[in-house]
């Protein structure tokens, strides 16, 4: 239901901007979230954000990327800049409500040195 896209080859240094919008409207969003999966590791948290706009960020991107979200329109954002090769993976968005957590497909970013 959530379609990320944005991924995609870039050199170190470069940026990239993924989005995740729902295709059905979600009601009573109040968390959002993106998470990355690189080869042969588990998945883990890179950025997520609150209902009420409060940020956290795993310390491998602090600085360095910035997520937003919009949830009238179901829609979370990641602004990655200074990308770096240890960044490649595959990101999944997700995007919560007090019951449910939906997720995205992933999309890849491949950063090349």
């Known amino acids: 239901q959530l379609q990320a896209s944005g991924g995609g080859l870039v050199q170190a240094g470069g940026s990239l901007r993924l989005s995740c919008v729902a295709s059905?409207?979600?009601?009573?969003?109040?968390?959002m979230g993106w998470y990355r999966q690189a080869p042969g590791k588990q998945r883990e948290l890179v950025a997520t954000i609150t209902l009420g706009g409060n940020t956290n960020y795993a310390d491998s991107v602090k600085g360095r990327f910035a997520i937003s979200g919009d949830v009238a329109k179901n829609a979370v954002y990641l602004r990655m800049n200074g990308l770096k090769p240890e960044d490649t993976a595959v990101y999944y968005c997700?995007?919560?409500?007090?019951?449910?957590?939906?997720w995205g497909q992933g999309t890849l970013v491949t950063v090349s040195s």
């Open positions: 059905e409207s979600i009601f009573s969003i109040n968390f």
């Open positions: 997700s995007q919560r409500t007090t019951y449910e957590a939906y």
